[in-house]
């Protein structure tokens, strides 16, 4: 088991985005699997699976990498010492990128789901102010835990596996509306 999590942190040091990019998609498409068979209560037939593939797409091709590069951004310009630059980084994340990554979720979500623009608008005013909403009671915690006690290179592993139960939410809020 020590030579798979050395090869990953190895990977990791490599490859930051590519590796994140493909857990994210591996949690957010997870994510989607839990809705279906917990939340819909789909059973193994009936599940959509070419939806958990859509939602794997937006975890790898946006979230991760989007995720990556923010996080490197905080660190670059935040900084990592001193008391307040946690509660700087929430703040930052929060009100700066939060409400721009959960757009740029729904709409990723809505892409790859085959969405018109009007049913991509519709989608944004029907889910987006519920996720943001829910966002503000779950994640100021889990970043400050993330920023104060995780390495640079672990932070997005560590959201996204929280974020595992989130993805689930998230996934079933914006699920296509026909299945």
């Not at 390495?151 to 929280?162: K, N, R, T």
Request: with cysteine.
């Amino acid at each position: 088991m020590h030579w798979i999590f050395k090869a990953y942190r190895s990977a990791l040091h490599r490859h930051p985005v590519i590796v994140q990019a493909i857990q994210t998609g591996i949690l957010v498409s997870a994510g989607d699997a839990i809705s279906q068979v917990v939340v819909e209560k789909k059973n193994l037939k009936t599940a959509n699976y070419k939806r958990t593939v859509q939602y794997f797409c937006v975890g790898a091709i946006y979230l991760g990498p989007v995720l990556t590069v923010w996080y490197k951004v905080l660190h670059k310009y935040v900084g990592a010492e001193g008391k307040w630059y946690g509660l700087k980084k929430v703040a930052l994340d929060q009100l700066g990128f939060a409400p721009f990554g959960i757009a740029g979720f729904v709409i990723s979500s809505c892409v790859f789901q085959g969405h018109t623009f009007q049913e991509t608008k519709k989608k944004m005013i029907e889910v987006y102010p519920d996720i943001l909403k829910a966002n503000y009671k779950l994640w100021p915690a889990v970043q400050l835990i993330n920023f104060y006690l995780m390495p640079l290179h672990y932070q997005v592993l560590y959201a996204q596996v929280v974020a595992l139960f989130w993805n689930t939410y998230v996934c079933y809020k914006t699920k296509p509306d026909d299945v």
